[in-house]
């Protein structure tokens, strides 16, 4: 009777601990907080000071625009921290093909788009290449957003050689600035979508930031510097067009 009383505890035992198991199903909301986790390590590697950091419900804002979404795939290796770009790169093949889908809420400034995309594809000697596409197929989502008061945009740098899947821009927010300065905020954002960073970033407080190779220092009229919502630059400025030329020539 004792011998076989006791394989019998032995395996319920086994049992319970395997049916325990698999009761508590897959940790998802550990992966996610892990992610979270490594994005936010990421962004610190790219020497985004921490009071220039954000944390939303489900994305980090750097910068006042710069969007990091928790669930991004973050790139692996060392991060290269560059005055002008990420070091993560829209890929050869891509950057010649950005597809760009314009979301229904957004077609309303068809023309803007129009032109912002007209001043990235005119950089000679640069593969740039941005298209607008209508198709479920697309790399970039142009989309409005509330994104509250003083923000006119946020866009997302690059991951997987891919271009930042999406731009939102604050329509209401910017509706009542000049024509020109609704196209510089979709033009400052897909910059950030091809990995181009705030040129002001000195100013903005970044401290570990260095130059694209040839193209350094501060530049007063490059449409890419930060927290100019409104009121910067409305046209690429010879230094952008350099550097778009030295990251994609
Ligand atoms: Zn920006």
């Not at 993560?88 to 077609?107: E, G, H, P, Q």
């Not at 923000?151 to 740098?157: E, L, R």
């Amino acid at each position: 009777m004792k011998n076989m009383f006791f394989p019998l505890v032995i395996l319920l035992a086994i049992c319970f601990t395997a049916c325990k198991k698999s009761a508590e199903g897959p940790d998802a909301p550990q992966t996610e907080y892990d992610n979270a986790q490594k994005v936010r390590a990421y962004i610190r590697d790219l020497g985004f000071p921490d009071s220039e950091v954000v944390e939303k419900e489900n994305e980090f804002i750097a910068e006042g625009d710069i969007s990091f979404p928790k669930n991004m795939e973050v790139p692996s290796g060392k991060v290269k921290t560059e005055q002008f770009y990420t070091g993560s790169l829209v890929s050869a093949a891509n950057v010649v093909n950005i597809r760009l889908k314009v979301d229904a809420s957004m077609t309303s400034m068809n023309s803007e788009i129009s032109s912002a995309i007209a001043q990235w594809n005119a950089i000679s000697g640069c593969s740039i290449n941005w298209t607008i596409v209508t198709g479920s197929s697309y790399d970039v989502l142009i989309v409005d957003s509330n994104l509250g008061s003083g923000v006119c945009g946020s866009g997302t740098f690059p991951s997987g050689g891919r271009a930042g899947s999406t731009i939102r821009i604050n329509k209401a927010y910017i509706a009542g600035n000049s024509f020109a300065q609704r196209a510089r905020t979709i033009c400052h954002e897909m910059g950030h979508n091809v990995s181009f960073r705030h040129t002001n970033w000195s100013s903005i407080g970044e401290s570990s930031a260095t130059s694209v190779p040839g193209v350094g220092g501060t530049d007063a009229s490059s449409l890419m510097n930060g927290g100019q919502c409104g009121s910067g630059a409305t046209v690429l400025s010879t230094k952008d067009k350099q550097a778009a030329q030295v990251l994609y020539p």
